[in-house]
Every structure is written in C-alpha cells, then in structure tokens.
C-alpha cells in the first residue's frame, strides 16, 4: 500500500514557474514508477509525465515536454514536476499516481493523491 500526497500548487502568471512535490508513505516507493497527471473539469484525465523506479527514465507528453521536468528522491520518497513557462491552458488539478510499470495510460495506475490545483492567469 503506498499513499500519496501532493502539494506546491498554486496561483500563478502566464510565463511562471511552480514545483509540484508528492510524497509517499511506505517502505516500496523505490520499487513504483510514478506518474504525473491532470484534469480539467469535464474533460479526461492527461497524462504529464512519469519518471522510472530509479529515476533514470523519464517520459513526458508533447504538451510539456521541454517545459516540465519530472524527477524523484527515493530517500525523501519525494517525485517532482518542476513546471516552466506556465501556460493557461496548463490550469488544472495535478495528480500524482504510482504503478509498477511506466504507463501514460491512467487507468493503469493503482495509487493516487488527492490532487493540487495548478491556475495559471493569463
């Protein structure tokens, strides 16, 4: 069993930057692959970016690629999204979610946060 927590969300500009932390409670958060995700009310939840029990893959949708960076610390069983040149079109709410395997499919993932809103204004 492995919980999840997110947190960094918040307000901010066009243009700006946030980092999204998740922290994991139990002793196999090194074993998991973790994920990123999001959702806009009405709309399918999206996959962001996932990032390899050791860290050293990393897989991030075309829509962030180059502007988000995922990465982790297994001591902290910690997993960042550190997110540059915020877009409105980025505002949801962040999830992250732990599975065996590296997916961008969500519905293959077995734990999931409570999520973070992310609002970027324009």
């Known amino acids: 069993q492995v919980q999840l927590v997110e947190s960094g969300g918040g307000l901010v500009q066009d243009g700006g930057s946030l980092r999204l932390s998740c922290t994991a409670s139990g002793r196999t958060f090194s074993s998991y692959t973790m994920g990123w995700f999001r959702r806009v009310p009405g709309k399918e939840r999206e996959f962001v970016a996932a990032?390899?029990?050791?860290?050293?893959?990393?897989y991030s949708a075309d829509s962030v690629k180059g502007r988000f960076t995922i990465s982790r610390d297994n001591a902290k069983n910690t997993v960042y999204l550190q997110m540059n040149s915020l877009k409105p079109e980025d505002t949801a709410v962040y999830y992250c979610?732990?599975?065996?395997?590296?997916?961008?499919?969500?519905?293959?993932?077995?734990?999931w946060g409570q999520g973070t809103q992310v609002t970027v204004s324009s």
């Open positions: 990032i390899s029990w050791s860290g050293g893959s990393t």
């Open positions: 979610a732990a599975n065996e395997y590296p997916s961008s499919n969500w519905t293959e993932y077995h734990y």
